[in-house]
């Protein structure tokens, strides 16, 4: 879809405008100074202390015309005012989209990952409950439901982590293990299929335990505390049972006050790689919370996504992890897969009832840019817009008939509906890692291939990225470096501690 905008002269103003079109139309492109059947007109005027937005949409002969406007502290930060001009333009541009198309945006202007993130800030910053409902309805355009659904979150994160606000001091640890049995067709994940190729394993695995050891030294003499683990990748129980027993048994050696760490979590993501050596491996080292991934129970789904493995293998998977005495398990669902709809929807959800795992996170597909399924779209056939919502409203209530709350929630972009992705736990089941990578309260270090790290000042909030390459050969090459890299800018943000 081709959209002319008229009256925008400031570029850094095209970005946002084109990820609301988005949210519309697929592969919107904005043009500037040629005809199109769709266009928009803006006046923008800054007042000082305040700026006022009217639009006006064109299109088949038909005219909208709206405005909005918003107060602006004359003392605030250009950054600050620049975004708050950016919320108002963005608002008129929904509404007027909204009212061409028919089509309401549940999430309203926000395109962002985080939309929980922004109502804490807001409550932090002393705004009351009301107030911060308030701005999100009318300033944000977000629905009713929606802010409910935020609202229900915040609560929930608070209670299972009422010092969440004043975890900045302390930091959790993410651990990237690439490998994965065979690559699945929508993964844009650090994965490596294994094939065989155990050199290449080794060496990771060397350098991983170094990372390991110099940050935990690092952590030791400075007196910072992990709050949580968690093993991620690629899938951490592709490696053989041995490997992880020597892994575990260095982050105990290497790590300050394992036992004090709140949660350790390991992705068991693939049913296939689930071993009985391995779930007895876990155990040993009291890693109770794993995540055994069915993402569908429906066997010609699974193998249109390139998932070799079988429903009744995840099935049967799931009740060794019991009978090996895993009594934290998490699984993963995904509304939209191709060919899906409302029948294997509910037919998942029925399965899921029998099993009953202690938190479930549903996941609405989004189609990223790297996948093999974006790349051949054309051949996966998914669910309409409405088709998506009805689905996501069947996950809804069927978490809430089965005791089930949501307490983390994020969204991507080109999520199919517009929707997001919610966990749901069961009471006290909550996955307090990815509450912590959400509400982005405190600094994760990302340690192995592809491990995203993210600091966060412990005093103004600022947040620095730091990435680990995502191949495991130049993470081989390269693992002393990036390891000191992360110790020097933890070092700035919190200091070393003087030795006595
Ligand atoms: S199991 Fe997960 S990480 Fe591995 S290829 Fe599939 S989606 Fe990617």
Redesign the pocket.
Known sequence: MRILIKGIQDERFHRPLTLISNLFFEETELVFDEESSLSVSFDIKDRGDSAAITGVLSAEGREYRTGHSKSLDPLTSDKERFKQIKNTLAHVYLMLLQEHTGIIQQWGILTGMRPVKLLHKMLQEGMSKEAAHTRLRDEYLITDQKIRLMQSIVDRQLKVIPDLYELGREISIYIGIPF?P???A??T?P?FAMNGKQGRVDSFLGGLHYEMEEIGKYLKESGIKITTVYYG???PTSISAEEMDMLYERMLAVFPDVKQIREITVEA??PDTITPEKLDILKKYSIDRISINPQSYTQETLKAIG?HHTVEETIEKFHLARRHGMNNINMDLIIGLPNEGIEEMAHSLAETEKLMPESLTVHTLSFKRASEMTQNKKRYKVASREETSKMMDLAVDWTTENGYEPYYLYRQKNILGNLENVGYALEGQDSLYNIMIMEEQQTILGLGCGAASKFRHPETGKIAHFNNPKDPKSYNDGYKHYTEEKIRIMKELFGVREQV
């Open positions: 994965c065979t690559k699945c929508y993964c994940f994965a990748g690629g899938t993501g693939r998932r």
